[in-house]
């Protein structure tokens, strides 16, 4: 099992750029979640799937989509960049209490 | 509303003594515990859980938990520390709604000297 896999490790963006950050899981977990790492500030959710076509907002999704066509995958969306989402972009997946996270993305907005 | 608080930014202890990193937490109705560790550039990973039953929860590596109601807390525990624990903790509790949704502390970083 490759676990919980996110791609890419890191990125630059300009302010307005939009990009998507995947994230893809394979053991078969019905709940996934995106989570931002801020220094001091631990993680916090930005949006969760609880399974394939149900999403919802977590504490901070302002600025962020996300789908789930499929268990597998769940890729966040930045619409349009902003220096405020500089910050390392987590997601996981969770099976009965335990959540497994990914690496990590290391986005930097200029 | 649930929290989690860690209040120490930074735990420094010396290679072989006893480690000890806190956590309290607010919930409503029974709490679901968690100590998650972050080494450098790398994801988060589980250490234990406590959801019901003994106190005192054993998890990876070689830490423990201690469970207190009372007083809130559930502080993570090690008799002998290592270099290589050296790291990141986040203590999280779990949402009381169905969503199962983690709510984590700020995060304490432990240094282990030699």
């Known amino acids: 099992n490759a676990g919980v896999t996110q791609t890419p490790k890191f990125q630059v963006l300009k302010t307005g750029q939009s990009m998507t950050l995947q994230c893809a899981q394979d053991?078969?977990?019905?709940?996934m979640s995106w989570y931002r790492q801020d220094p001091g500030m631990g993680l916090r959710l930005i949006h969760y799937?609880?399974?394939?076509?149900?999403?919802d907002q977590g504490e901070v999704p302002n600025g962020y989509n996300v789908s789930r066509s499929t268990t597998e995958d769940f890729p966040l969306r930045l619409l349009s960049a902003a220096p405020s989402q500089t910050s390392v972009y987590f997601c996981?997946?969770?099976?009965?209490?335990?959540?497994?996270f990914g690496p990590g993305t290391r986005l930097t907005v200029l | 509303a649930q929290s989690v608080a860690q209040p120490e930014d930074q735990v420094n202890v010396a290679e072989g003594n006893p480690l000890t990193v806190k956590c309290t937490y607010s919930?409503?109705?029974?709490?679901?515990l968690f100590w998650y560790v972050q080494y450098p550039n790398r994801g988060l990973q589980f250490l234990l859980k406590?959801?019901?039953?003994?106190?005192l929860v054993k998890g990876s590596y070689g830490f423990e938990a201690e469970f207190n109601k009372s007083q809130t807390s559930f502080h993570l525990k090690k008799p002998s520390a290592l270099v290589s624990d050296s790291a990141l903790y986040f203590c999280?509790?779990?949402?009381?709604?169905?969503?199962?949704?983690?709510?984590f502390g700020q995060g304490t970083t432990l240094q282990v000297k030699p």
């Open positions: 996981a997946s969770r099976w009965t209490d335990t959540q497994y």
């Open positions: 053991m078969n977990h019905e709940y």
């Open positions: 799937s609880v399974g394939a076509g149900i999403t």
């Open positions: 919930v409503s109705g029974n709490p679901y």
């Open positions: 406590y959801i019901t039953g003994d106190n």
């Open positions: 999280a509790v779990r949402d009381a709604s169905n969503t199962g949704k983690l709510i």
